[in-house]
């Protein structure tokens, strides 16, 4: 079984977790909870509005170009704000590249963190840059944004995380369509006492009725997006946790236009004997024959060697933007 190299950030605080288990799930790009990581090149630039260059390594095609910090000002008190006021944008930003030197389109998933004088992360922010071709070089702009008035100042900042996958299987932007119709992606999670719940959401943006019916299709990947062999898939979530009310039978599940469907994936990172399989991305097909959607959740296996999925189960509708459902379908 091949065991990738840990991607997650070593945080995860446990949020409380939902019983029906449905459409929510684990934590890796929340803003502002992950910490910089020992040994990673922080950027740095003296206090200025204009940008600053820089001369950041990068990591995996990724690199800081250029930093704008606002200078020092005294922070505000809550008798001289009002409680609208108790945020304010921290005018700290980072230009950015991301050169593509393989061979296909990727879209890359980074995660930026802004940091303090001390090294302490203050913020994070993640960015999503689609379709770089091969030999290509995007340029774009990532804001710290607002920041309560007792955050330390941000002196400096860092590419934390970067993902990417294969553009023709990334999950499409919540404001597009693909020509299918359908639209699959996770969420960023639930965590308690080393239960862990993604989400999987099946949306149907096109114009004609999707039927699915049973499980999602899965594929587990190691961080250079080969499969990881050894891991049980489960059909529910019954041999992973009993604490979590009955699965539902499968279905099937008609979806109109504007409707969404979603499912879970349910694992415990429990450690014991043995080395612990830590699952980056995961292919999803949404039914037999459907195309198919790589995520990136992070599976922190452990070492229990198995993964449950719950059946797809129909959503609250929920209204959908005309500009969100012109698909093909």
């Known amino acids: 079984m091949r065991r990738p190299a840990d991607l997650r950030p070593a945080f995860a605080a446990p949020l409380p977790l939902m019983p029906a288990l449905a459409a929510t799930a684990v934590l890796l790009t929340a803003c502002g909870t992950e910490h910089a990581?020992?040994?990673r090149t922080d950027v740095r630039a003296s206090a200025s509005?204009?940008?600053?260059?820089?001369?950041?390594?990068?990591?995996?095609?990724?690199?800081?170009?250029?930093?704008?910090?606002?200078p020092a000002s005294p922070s505000p008190t809550r008798d001289s704000v009002s409680a609208d006021e108790l945020t304010t944008d921290s005018g700290a930003s980072?230009?950015?590249?991301?050169?593509?030197?393989?061979?296909?389109?990727?879209?890359?998933?980074?995660v930026f963190t802004f940091v303090s004088g001390d090294g302490g992360a203050v913020a994070n922010q993640t960015e999503t840059v689609r379709d770089v071709g091969p030999g290509q070089t995007v340029r774009g702009t990532v804001r710290a944004g607002r920041l309560p008035p007792t955050a330390p100042r941000v002196t400096g900042a860092k590419v934390f995380q970067v993902t990417k996958v294969p553009a023709g299987e990334a999950p499409a932007g919540p404001d597009t369509c693909p020509a299918s119709g359908i639209r699959?992606?996770?969420?960023?999670?639930?965590?308690?006492?080393?239960?862990?719940?993604?989400?999987?959401h099946l949306d149907n943006c096109g114009k004609r009725a999707y039927t699915v019916e049973g499980y999602p299709?899965?594929?587990?990947?190691?961080?250079?997006?080969?499969?990881?062999?050894?891991?049980?898939?489960?059909?529910?979530?019954?041999g992973i946790t009993t604490g979590a009310g009955p699965d539902e039978r499968p279905r099937p599940i008609t979806l109109n236009p504007g409707e969404s469907a979603t499912a879970a994936l349910v694992w415990r990172n429990t450690t014991g004997f043995g080395t612990p399989v830590n699952v980056p991305y995961v292919r999803v097909r949404a039914k037999e024959g459907a195309e198919p959607v790589t995520v990136t959740p992070h599976l922190d296996l452990g070492t229990t060697g198995k993964l449950g999925v719950r059946p797809w189960e129909k959503a609250e509708r929920r209204p959908c933007p005309d500009s969100t459902c012109q698909g093909s379908g």
Do not use: F
Request: hydrophobic share 35%.
């Open 37 to 39: 990581e020992a040994g």
């Open 49 to 70: 509005r204009d940008g600053t260059r820089t001369d950041d390594p990068g990591k995996d095609g990724v690199r800081i170009t250029s930093l704008t910090l606002p």
């Open 94 to 110: 980072a230009a950015y590249e991301v050169t593509n030197d393989g061979t296909e389109a990727w879209t890359y998933s980074v």
């Open 184 to 200: 699959v992606s996770a969420d960023k999670g639930d965590a308690a006492m080393g239960l862990r719940v993604v989400g999987l």
């Open 217 to 238: 299709l899965l594929q587990l990947l190691d961080d250079a997006l080969r499969p990881v062999d050894g891991v049980r898939i489960l059909h529910g979530s019954g």
